[in-house]
């Protein structure tokens, strides 16, 4: 008999706290867990030298929907026609491109050759110009033909001043001028040459926010 009112108690006890968890857990509801939404499509245009950088984001950011273009200019009036929402190019936008709500993010700042008249060289071709560079001697020998009559400044502003017909100048991606005129090493087949090309990603002020993901890991992780 003693043992029975005992487990009746028990029972009883077990049954109150059960009672009182009840309770206590619906006055404090756990917090809904939200459904993470995918970043937003990002068609982004690009012209043929930029074609393993758009292809890396692309793998990396399932938003990045590449758009290849005949070449810079193309992609840059897609850009500004709305028809992208931003561009990875290899060059720097021209003065005639500019816009007041035009915006850029320099993923890397190499090498390029500027000239007094725009034009094209075969690569093979490089050594039988003269180059000014303000640039490090290993940087520019790992970019030009060896034999290359190559003169270095330590002055830049001065190396721009002498700067004439006879000369190129080899200079970094964030020097070019809009106004600066490129002279483009090309393969024999007549395509630019990557290595004097940079990957320059345009979009439009009023993007920003729809990228702002995407430009914060570029600007991190360069």
Same mark, same amino acid.
């Given at each position: ?10 029972f ?8 009182? $968890? ?5 006055c404090?509801?756990? #917090? ?7 970043? #937003?499509?990002?068609?982004? %245009? /690009? ?5 393993? /950088?758009?292809?890396? $984001?692309?793998?990396? *950011? ?5 758009v290849? /273009? ?9 850009? !500004?026609?709305?028809?992208? !929402?931003?561009?990875?190019? %290899?060059?720097?936008?021209w ?6 709500? $035009? ?6 700042? %190499? ?5 007094q008249?725009? %034009?094209?060289?075969? @690569? +093979? ?8 560079? *303000? ?9 030009? #033909? ?5 003169? @270095?400044?330590?002055?830049?502003e001065?190396?721009?001043? +002498? ?5 190129? =100048? ?5 020097? =070019? ?10 393969? #024999?087949?007549?395509?630019?040459t ?7 990603? /345009?979009y ?19």
């Open positions: 008999m003693h043992n029975a009112i005992q487990h009746k108690k028990f009883t006890a077990v049954v109150f706290c059960v009672m009182i $968890l009840t309770i206590i857990l619906g404090n509801p756990q #917090p809904e867990q939200t459904i993470q939404q995918p970043p #937003p499509e990002i068609r982004m %245009g /690009y012209c043929p030298t930029m074609h393993p /950088y758009v292809q890396n $984001l692309a793998e990396s *950011h399932q938003e990045v929907i590449p290849l /273009y005949d070449n810079s200019a193309a992609a840059m009036q897609a850009l !500004q026609a709305g028809a992208v !929402q931003a561009i990875l190019i %290899g060059r720097t936008a003065a005639h491109e500019l816009t007041t709500d $035009l915006r850029l993010l320099l993923m890397s700042d %190499g090498l390029t050759l500027i000239v008249q725009p %034009g094209f060289i075969r @690569y +093979e071709d490089v050594p039988k110009i003269r180059i000014f560079t *303000h640039e490090d001697p290993a940087a520019v020998q790992s970019l030009i #033909p060896i034999q290359t009559n190559v003169v @270095y400044y330590d002055d830049f001065q190396m721009i001043a +002498e700067m004439d017909a006879s000369v190129a =100048v080899l200079l970094r991606w964030s020097q =070019v001028s809009p106004t600066d005129n490129l002279l483009i090493p090309v393969d #024999p087949s007549g395509l630019k990557p290595a004097f090309r940079s990957p320059h990603l /345009y439009m002020a009023p993007m920003e926010e729809t990228l702002t993901s995407l430009l914060t890991t570029l600007s991190t992780n360069p």
